[in-house]
């Protein structure tokens, strides 16, 4: 059976998720439209939000084992559009919770923004241009866009957490200490 791990980078106006098939070293990048535009406002966004979330955990699910979530935590110093995107988060931890119940408590994992690029870059401060490159360059993945190379990021964080062998590079190492001891 596949395993699977799932990394999410949530914004505002949508959400970029990749599953990484592990066994076959197959990444799928899915980006989701929640502009209000598409996904209109209020409770109708959210409860669209869920559908939509919902049904995309659902399809991956049957593709094999998960065995690790890993989803981009909130950025702190945001300033622009905060209430929304606790809405989204919020929106995507009932989604996970409802579609995954048994991966809550020790499987699925929230990761800072800086922690993301620190495992592909080795600094927590590259910019969105240069996560593409070292996406690309580390892991020989193209992304469709700055989204979706987190998303590829966090799905690939998420399979090494699910590895008992370490990652070779010593700031991934770091980063999985680091998410490990965010654990409670």
Request: positive net charge.
């Amino acid at each position: 059976m596949p395993r699977i791990s799932i990394g999410i980078d949530q914004s505002y106006s949508g959400c970029a998720i990749v599953h990484y098939n592990a066994t076959d070293l197959i990444a799928t990048e899915t980006v989701f439209d929640f502009s209000p535009k598409k996904a209109g406002t209020g409770i109708p966004r959210l409860t669209y939000i869920y559908r939509e979330l919902r049904a995309h955990f659902q399809t991956i699910e049957r593709l094999g084992q998960i065995t690790h979530i890993a989803y981009e935590g909130y950025s702190y110093g945001s300033k622009y559009k905060r209430e929304e995107l606790g809405e989204l988060g919020g929106t995507l931890k009932l989604a996970l919770a409802a579609q995954f119940p048994f991966h809550v408590e020790r499987r699925i994992h929230a990761v800072a923004p800086p922690t993301v690029k620190k495992y592909v870059t080795g600094s927590g401060r590259a910019d969105k241009d240069k996560m593409l490159l070292a996406v690309y360059m580390r892991f020989e993945h193209q992304a469709s866009c700055h989204d979706g190379a987190d998303a590829y990021v966090l799905a690939r964080i998420a399979d090494a957490l699910s590895r008992p062998e370490p990652p070779p590079l010593k700031f991934q190492q770091e980063v999985l200490t680091t998410i490990r001891a965010a654990r409670p």
